[in-house]
Nanobody, 123 residues
Framework: QVQLVESGGGLVQAGDSLRLSCAAS????????MCWFRQAPGREREFVAL????????YYADSVKGRFTISRDNAKNTAYLRMDNLKPEDTAVYYC????????????????WGQGTQVTVSS
């Protein structure tokens, strides 16, 4: 089993930045693909970004490309999502997800999920 705990969400203004963290435990962190999803009210949970085990491969949703950066510190068992130039449409609950399988960008590709952290961007 893998436990994931997100932190770093909050209320910010458009144009501001935030960094989300996802602390993992229960399994060798470097064996996990790490991913961020988000879910806005009334909408489906959507893919945001992923990072491979060795940090070489990253992949982003078009809506966040150039503004968000995913990273990981395998020594600290933590993944991050740096969000710059935030927009009101980025308002959502952000979820960290992990899996030991191949890279994937759908909800079905991930077995382990955190509880989520709220990000609210005011205009």
């Amino acid at each position: 089993q893998v436990q994931l705990v997100e932190s770093g969400g909050g209320l910010v203004q458009a144009g501001d930045s935030l960094r989300l963290s996802c602390a993992a435990s229960g399994r060798t962190f470097s064996s996990l693909i790490m991913c961020w999803f988000r879910q806005a009210p009334g909408r489906e949970r959507e893919f945001v970004a992923l990072i491979s085990r060795n940090r070489i491969t990253t992949y982003y949703a078009d809506s966040v490309k150039g503004r968000f950066t995913i990273s990981r510190d395998n020594a600290k068992n933590t993944a991050y999502l740096r969000m710059d130039n935030l927009k009101p449409e980025d308002t959502a609950v952000y979820y960290c997800a992990a899996d030991g399988g191949p890279l994937g960008a759908t909800r079905l590709d991930y077995d382990y999920w955190g509880q989520g952290t709220q990000v609210t961007v005011s205009s």
